[in-house]
C-alpha cells in the first residue's frame, strides 16, 4: 500500500545501534507530549508519553527526553531492531486544546 | 491491537459521493477522535466526541460531519467527495474527555481508513 509521508526526513540506523529521533515543537504552553510509531498499514501506536514537569521519562528500550528551554523533545530507542522500522510521530498537547503532531520521522534499520 | 475498530478499511468512490467511515472505541473509552492523514501532510485532527457530545473541532470541512452513538460508536460522514479528500482516515479513542485525553491514558489509533476517491 501506499507509504505515509513519502517526503519524511528519514534516520538510516545499523541493526543494534541506538536510534534518537528529534523533534521540536511549537507552543511554549504545551503541556504533555507523546511519541507514536505508525507501521505501514496501521495506525498510529502508543510508545511513551512525558508531562511537563518531567525532563526524561523511560519505557522499555525507550526513553524521552524534553527540553523545555529550546522546545525539543527527543525519543531514544536503544538497541534498535527491525521490528523498529516505522515513521515516529511526537505530539504536543495542553488542556484546552487538541494535540497537534509532528510530520514525522521514518525510521529505517538496516542489516 | 489498540482495541480501536474501524470499518471498512478501505473505500473507493466517484467525486460527488457521500461515504460513511464507522469506528468502534477501546471497550470503556468515552472519547472518539477523527484524524486525517494524507501523504504529504500530518495526522490532522478532525472533530472529538465525549460520550456522545461534540468536544472540540478541529480543521473539519462543512460537508464533513460525524456523531457518537448511545453505544459510543462513532461515525464519520464525507459528503460532495472531492479528490482532494482522497486519504487515510483515522479514528482514536481515550478514557477522558478532554482534548488530550487524561495523562496515562493517551489516544489509541484504530487502523484507519483508507479513502480513494476517482
Known amino acids: 500500500g501506499e507509504s505515509v509521508g513519502l517526503h519524511l526526513p528519514t534516520l538510516s540506523v545499523q541493526e543494534g545501534d541506538n536510534s534518537i529521533i528529534n523533534c521540536a515543537y511549537s507552543?511554549?504552553?504545551?503541556?504533555?507530549f507523546i511519541w507514536y510509531k505508525q507501521e505501514s498499514g496501521k495506525g498510529p501506536q502508543f510508545i511513551i508519553d512525558i508531562r511537563s514537569n518531567m525532563d526524561k521519562r523511560q519505557g522499555q528500550r525507550v526513553t524521552v527526553l524534553l527540553n523545555k528551554t529550546v522546545k525539543h523533545l527527543s525519543l531514544q530507542i536503544a538497541a534498535t531492531q527491525p521490528g523498529d522500522s516505522a515513521v515516529y510521530f511526537c505530539?504536543?498537547?495542553?488542556?484546552?486544546?487538541?494535540?497537534?503532531f509532528g510530520p514525522g520521522t521514518r525510521l529505517s534499520v538496516l542489516p | 491491537d489498540s482495541g480501536v475498530t474501524q470499518t471498512p478499511k478501505h473505500l473507493i468512490t466517484a467525486t460527488g459521493q457521500r461515504v460513511t467511515l464507522r469506528c468502534s472505541p477501546r471497550?470503556?473509552?468515552?472519547?472518539v477522535y477523527w484524524y486525517q492523514q494524507s501523504l504529504d501532510q500530518g495526522l490532522q485532527f478532525l472533530i472529538q466526541?465525549?460520550?456522545?457530545?461534540?468536544?472540540a473541532k478541529g480543521n473539519i470541512l462543512e460537508r464533513f460531519s460525524a456523531q457518537q452513538f448511545p453505544d459510543l460508536h462513532s461515525e464519520l460522514n464525507l459528503s460532495s467527495l472531492e479528490l482532494g479528500d482522497s486519504a487515510l482516515y483515522f479514528c482514536?479513542?481515550?478514557?477522558?474527555?478532554?482534548?488530550?485525553?487524561?495523562?496515562?491514558?493517551?489516544?489509541?489509533f484504530g487502523n484507519g481508513t483508507r479513502l480513494t476517491v476517482t
Open positions: 482514536a479513542s481515550s478514557v477522558g474527555g478532554g482534548p488530550i485525553g487524561s495523562y496515562n491514558s493517551p489516544l489509541h
Open positions: 471497550s470503556g473509552d468515552l472519547s
Open positions: 507552543n511554549s504552553a504545551s503541556d504533555y
Open positions: 505530539a504536543e498537547g495542553n488542556y484546552g486544546q487538541n494535540f497537534v
Open positions: 466526541y465525549y460520550n456522545g457530545e461534540e468536544r
